[in-house]
């Protein structure tokens, strides 16, 4: 395998590992298309990356957290739904985005430059996802407890800010991880259709994790190498392989049913 | 019956002119009351009287002004009236493990529920009855001082709410557990709890209650023309 192939391999592995595992939590937490959105507000951090002529990893990073903090505030301080919130945010960004990003570099942003990763990007793909695994483990339990019930995570002394806070800089870092892999119009599938296929056909929340992930390495690694072997972009080939595992989903959750419910011999 | 008022026992709670104010409403107002050591204080009153805030102000979630103080080193449990589970693939042993430390199969026979097949049952699956009883029993893990307990019976079927009750009465004596108790039925007030805390953003009544039998005090409570009737089982 040519290097700049193993790297984009390497790097897609763990991208999708960590963008699957955070998947299922951010399913749970009914914000998958704050995930979709986000992607779209790294694109002026992208851009002003490219102007000012410093990493765009750092600017995506800078805006997607602002953004994800902010959404957060926003939800919990007004009455304003979160669908008008997230329109009003993905219309901005992507409007600035669209204007400061050269026009030559567009493209790259939006599908993914998977094709060129370097060394050092891989070494920051892999550390990055390995910190969000990590991290995101020690803190799923008290994510899905404050779901569940807010009262019931501070009764079991779980700060239940701290973890939120976390969390969604998880989300931040893992959005601008996934982005060079499948660009920012295909991040937010990278991160709902791996879990939305696991959560289909889990029946706890060990294995919802533990298929999230799997799905989300299984998507990339099939993606990066269809689209070596086809020569056509690998972002949207990632996403169709993620597509075909949730369709596999409910497919594999109604053959299931009715074995469930059908009487005992 | 313990009076809440004559007992010399020791305050596990007490609360002194508390004032909740959200998006500029007054929602309760120089509320005061203590809870003795190992009794059972029942909150009740309209809907929207403040009954669920004050349970959150007393766990930390809201501020407030005045004073809400608990004994040394008061360990709270707390009995939620709803849980956002269906859509959270998690089973009962999950659940339970979240709380560090707990014995799973223990917890859950206390509560009445057998424990190998209720540990592998999905939470979003439970009947209501089934599911406040698992919630009891993560309260009670770890052998908390105080109970908190919102509206237990609320998603119960009419035949479940006695076993809950019941339930409740035991652990409560076998382990001196001090309860407050969010309920709408003055039936199970009555029968179940020392003292009652009526609130409609003020305090309307703070005592025995075995008084809450007066229809004049009910009337004061809920408004004029409240009959006290027992729904048929």
Redesign the interface.
Do not use: C
């Given at each position: 395998m040519a290097e700049p192939v193993a790297y984009a391999v390497v790097a897609g592995v763990f991208a999708g590992l960590a963008a699957g595992y955070m998947g299922s939590l951010m399913i749970?937490k009914?914000m998958a298309l704050v995930g979709d959105v986000l992607s779209h507000v790294a694109l002026p951090g992208i851009a002003l990356g490219l102007l000012l002529n410093f990493n765009p990893f750092v600017g995506a990073f800078a805006l997607l957290f602002a953004a994800v903090v902010a959404t957060w505030y926003i939800e919990r301080s007004t009455r304003l739904p979160l669908d008008a919130v997230i329109g009003v945010m993905f219309v901005f960004a992507l409007s600035v985005g669209v204007l400061l990003t050269p026009g030559n570099e567009l493209l790259e942003v939006f599908f993914g430059d998977i094709a060129n990763v370097a060394l050092l990007d891989m070494g920051v793909a892999v550390a990055i996802s390995i910190l969000v695994v990590l991290v995101g483990r020690a803190i799923y339990?008290g994510v899905?407890?404050s779901?569940?019930?807010?009262?019931?995570a501070?009764?079991?002394k779980i700060r239940v800010g701290r973890v939120t806070f976390v969390y969604l800089l998880l989300v931040a870092l893992v959005v601008a991880t996934g982005i060079k892999v499948v660009g920012t119009l295909l991040v937010g599938a990278l991160v709902i259709l791996p879990a939305a296929a696991a959560?289909n056909v889990?029946?706890?929340?060990?294995?919802?994790g533990l298929l999230s992930a799997l799905f989300g390495t299984v998507s990339s690694v099939a993606g990066i190498s269809l689209a070596n072997v086809t020569g056509l972009p690998p972002g949207p080939l990632v996403v169709l392989v993620g597509s075909g595992f949730f369709l596999g989903s409910i497919i594999a959750r109604r053959v299931a049913a009715p074995a469930r419910h059908s009487p005992s011999p | 019956m313990r009076d809440p008022g004559g007992s010399p026992a020791e305050s596990v709670l007490r609360v002194d002119g508390l004032t909740v104010r959200l998006d500029g409403r007054t929602i309760l107002q120089d509320i005061t009351f203590d809870v003795k050591r190992g009794t059972t204080l029942a909150i009740l009153g309209p809907n929207g009287g403040g009954k669920t805030v004050l349970l959150r102000t007393l766990l930390g979630l809201i501020p407030h002004e005045g004073t809400v103080t608990w004994g040394n080193h008061a360990k709270l449990g707390y009995v939620p009236q709803n849980l956002f589970v269906a859509d959270v693939p998690i089973t009962v042993r999950e659940f339970l493990s979240i709380k560090r430390g707990i014995d799973i199969q223990q917890s859950l026979a206390s509560v009445g529920l057998e424990p190998e097949t209720t540990s592998k049952e999905r939470l979003g699956t439970l009947s209501g009855g089934e599911l406040q009883r698992v919630l009891i029993a993560w309260a009670i893990a770890d052998r908390p001082d105080v109970l908190l307990f919102d509206e237990p019976l609320s998603n119960v079927d009419i035949g479940g709410e006695d076993l809950i009750l019941e339930t409740l009465n035991r652990i409560e004596k076998a382990f001196g557990i001090t309860v407050l108790l969010v309920s709408h039925d003055v039936h199970n007030v009555i029968a179940y709890s020392d003292a009652a805390l009526a609130l409609n953003r003020v305090v309307v009544y703070f005592g025995p209650s075995k008084n809450l039998t007066d229809p004049a005090l009910l009337a004061r409570v809920y408004g004029s023309g409240t009959l006290l009737s027992r729904h048929a089982h």
């Amino acid at each position: 395998m040519a290097e700049p192939v193993a790297y984009a391999v390497v790097a897609g592995v763990f991208a999708g590992l960590a963008a699957g595992y955070m998947g299922s939590l951010m399913i749970t937490k009914r914000m998958a298309l704050v995930g979709d959105v986000l992607s779209h507000v790294a694109l002026p951090g992208i851009a002003l990356g490219l102007l000012l002529n410093f990493n765009p990893f750092v600017g995506a990073f800078a805006l997607l957290f602002a953004a994800v903090v902010a959404t957060w505030y926003i939800e919990r301080s007004t009455r304003l739904p979160l669908d008008a919130v997230i329109g009003v945010m993905f219309v901005f960004a992507l409007s600035v985005g669209v204007l400061l990003t050269p026009g030559n570099e567009l493209l790259e942003v939006f599908f993914g430059d998977i094709a060129n990763v370097a060394l050092l990007d891989m070494g920051v793909a892999v550390a990055i996802s390995i910190l969000v695994v990590l991290v995101g483990r020690a803190i799923y339990s008290g994510v899905i407890l404050s779901h569940i019930s807010e009262e019931l995570a501070v009764s079991a002394k779980i700060r239940v800010g701290r973890v939120t806070f976390v969390y969604l800089l998880l989300v931040a870092l893992v959005v601008a991880t996934g982005i060079k892999v499948v660009g920012t119009l295909l991040v937010g599938a990278l991160v709902i259709l791996p879990a939305a296929a696991a959560r289909n056909v889990s029946g706890s929340l060990h294995r919802y994790g533990l298929l999230s992930a799997l799905f989300g390495t299984v998507s990339s690694v099939a993606g990066i190498s269809l689209a070596n072997v086809t020569g056509l972009p690998p972002g949207p080939l990632v996403v169709l392989v993620g597509s075909g595992f949730f369709l596999g989903s409910i497919i594999a959750r109604r053959v299931a049913a009715p074995a469930r419910h059908s009487p005992s011999p | 019956m313990r009076d809440p008022g004559g007992s010399p026992a020791e305050s596990v709670l007490r609360v002194d002119g508390l004032t909740v104010r959200l998006d500029g409403r007054t929602i309760l107002q120089d509320i005061t009351f203590d809870v003795k050591r190992g009794t059972t204080l029942a909150i009740l009153g309209p809907n929207g009287g403040g009954k669920t805030v004050l349970l959150r102000t007393l766990l930390g979630l809201i501020p407030h002004e005045g004073t809400v103080t608990w004994g040394n080193h008061a360990k709270l449990g707390y009995v939620p009236q709803n849980l956002f589970v269906a859509d959270v693939p998690i089973t009962v042993r999950e659940f339970l493990s979240i709380k560090r430390g707990i014995d799973i199969q223990q917890s859950l026979a206390s509560v009445g529920l057998e424990p190998e097949t209720t540990s592998k049952e999905r939470l979003g699956t439970l009947s209501g009855g089934e599911l406040q009883r698992v919630l009891i029993a993560w309260a009670i893990a770890d052998r908390p001082d105080v109970l908190l307990f919102d509206e237990p019976l609320s998603n119960v079927d009419i035949g479940g709410e006695d076993l809950i009750l019941e339930t409740l009465n035991r652990i409560e004596k076998a382990f001196g557990i001090t309860v407050l108790l969010v309920s709408h039925d003055v039936h199970n007030v009555i029968a179940y709890s020392d003292a009652a805390l009526a609130l409609n953003r003020v305090v309307v009544y703070f005592g025995p209650s075995k008084n809450l039998t007066d229809p004049a005090l009910l009337a004061r409570v809920y408004g004029s023309g409240t009959l006290l009737s027992r729904h048929a089982h």
